[in-house]
T-cell receptor
Framework: AQKVTQAQTEISVVEKEDVTLDCVYE???????LFWYKQPPSGELVFLIR??????QNEISGRYSWNFQKSTSSFNFTITASQVVDSAVYFC????????FGPGTRLSVLP | KAGVTQTPRYLIKTRGQQVTLSCSPI?????VSWYQQTPGQGLQFLFE???????NKGNFPGRFSGRQFSNSRSEMNVSTLELGDSALYLC???????????????FGEGSWLTVV
């Protein structure tokens, strides 16, 4: 069975703070993919990143960075110098045979 | 390139009525999947259509149905609406079917359904 856990239900930070969103997954598949999506108030889930299980290199894209650690089955997402526009619900997802989404973390960035 | 388009964006229905939601996938995408999002249950998979065939179905009652047309556009229908069907219904499209390795799904803005 596949499962994604996002232990943080809600996080509030003040603008310019760094924030890390945690994601822990469970799967028996040897090949799988991990995703992060952002859902602003408008509702659309916006694709942020995809990583495959064979590539544990960390990735940085502007203020966003992702830390994939297979040994701890974690795929954490860090926003550096957060901005109000980062306020959204963030979903971690696992793709083995199907897509399984975590419950989401609501991030509020206060001015 | 146009994204996934869903219509209508907002609608209010009465218990017992039925509703049809529409989704136009990204051009060239042949898979369309539907999700229900509620505060209590999160994102739940409804079903997936690929090349006009239902490939996969989530754990929802038969009141929830869908179809896909030859141009890959998809509709989902909910009959005999219940208050608990109030939710955001999200459509996602991808080039490959959901289970294909390396696939990425892209979402539309969703249809907000309120049942009163």
């Amino acid at each position: 069975a596949q499962k994604v856990t996002q232990a943080q239900t809600e996080i509030s930070v003040v603008e310019k703070e760094d924030v890390t969103l945690d994601c822990v997954y469970e799967t028996r598949d040897t090949t799988y993919y991990l995703f992060w999506y952002k859902q602003p108030p408008s509702g659309e889930l916006v694709f942020l990143i995809r990583r495959n299980s064979f590539d544990e290199q960390n990735e940085i894209s502007g203020r966003y960075s992702w830390n994939f650690q297979k040994s701890t089955s974690s795929f954490n997402f860090t926003i550096t110098a957060s901005q109000v526009v980062d306020s959204a619900v963030y979903f971690c997802a696992l793709h083995g045979q199907n897509f399984v989404f975590g419950p989401g973390t609501r991030l509020s960035v206060l001015p | 390139k146009a994204g996934v388009t869903q219509t209508p964006r907002y609608l209010i229905k009465t218990r017992g009525q039925q509703v049809t939601l529409s989704c136009s996938p990204i051009s060239g995408h042949r898979s369309v999947s539907w999700y229900q999002q509620t505060p209590g249950q999160g994102l739940q998979f409804l079903f997936e259509y690929f090349s006009e065939t239902q490939r996969n179905k989530g754990n929802f009652p038969g009141r929830f149905s869908g179809r896909q047309f030859s141009n890959s556009r998809s509709e989902m229908n909910v009959s005999t609406l219940e208050l608990g069907d109030s939710a955001l219904y999200l459509c996602a499209s991808s080039f490959l079917y959901q289970g294909a390795s390396g696939n990425t799904i892209y979402f539309g803005e969703g249809s907000w359904l309120t049942v009163v």
